[in-house]
C-alpha cells in the first residue's frame, strides 16, 4: 500500500480551519488558495490581530492543541525581522521571498502582515500529531541550514500556532512544490 503525498496544488484545494480574526473562536473551513487571496476590504484599518488567520499545521474542531487532529502536510517558518533584521529592507525581503519559492519545498512566501519580516509555508511529509514536535525539530533544522535564516523557533513547533494574512501584494505561490520527507 502506497502513501499519499498531497501535491502542492492539493494543498492549494485543501480547507484550513481559519478565523476572521485572532478573537475569533469559532472555525471556519476555507480552502488555502481563497485564503491567501482575499480581497483587500478585509485588511483594511485593521491591525494586526483584527486581521484574518489560519492554523496551518493541524485541523480539527476546534483552536487548542488537544482539538487539532490531523496535521496538514504544512509547516509554517516565520522569518521575524528581530531575529533577521536585515528583512527591514524591501529588496532584501523581496530576494528572500524569491529564494523560498526557488526551492523544492516551499508552497508559498509573503511578507508578514508586519512589513518587516517574511513568513513561509513549507510542505511537509511523515508529520504526525504524536510526533509534531520533533518532526518541526527537523525540519526547522532543514530551513536554517537551507535559507540561512532564523525563523520564530515556537511559531513552528506549535501546532495550534496561527499564521496572520498579511495585506502585502507580494505573494508567490510554487505551485510545483514537493513534501520534505521529516
Not at 480581497?39 to 485593521?46: A, L, M, Q, S
Not at 501584494?169 to 510554487?174: C, F, G, V
Request: include cysteine.
Amino acid at each position: 500500500m502506497t502513501n499519499y503525498k498531497p501535491s502542492a496544488l492539493d494543498l492549494l484545494k485543501q480547507t484550513f480551519q481559519s478565523y476572521y480574526s485572532v478573537y475569533d473562536r469559532e472555525p471556519k473551513q476555507v480552502a488555502l488558495d481563497y485564503l491567501l487571496n482575499l480581497d483587500t476590504r478585509f485588511f483594511i484599518n485593521k491591525e494586526k490581530r483584527e486581521l484574518p488567520c489560519f492554523q496551518p499545521h493541524a485541523s480539527g474542531w476546534g483552536r487548542t492543541k488537544e482539538k487539532l487532529t490531523i496535521p496538514t502536510g504544512l509547516l509554517q517558518l516565520d522569518y521575524d525581522y528581530k531575529d533577521n533584521p536585515s528583512l527591514s529592507d524591501e529588496l532584501v525581503r523581496s530576494r528572500c521571498i524569491d529564494e523560498l519559492i526557488d526551492s523544492d519545498h516551499i508552497l508559498c512566501a509573503q511578507t508578514s502582515a508586519g512589513g518587516k519580516g517574511v513568513w513561509a509555508l513549507l510542505m511537509v511529509d511523515g508529520i504526525a500529531k504524536e510526533s509534531f514536535t520533533e518532526a518541526a525539530n527537523k525540519a526547522l533544522n532543514y530551513a536554517i541550514d537551507r535559507y540561512g535564516l532564523l525563523p520564530d523557533e515556537q511559531v513552528t513547533r506549535n501546532i495550534a500556532a496561527l499564521r496572520f494574512l498579511s495585506p502585502y501584494k507580494d505573494l508567490k505561490i510554487n505551485e510545483e512544490a514537493t513534501a520534505y520527507n521529516v
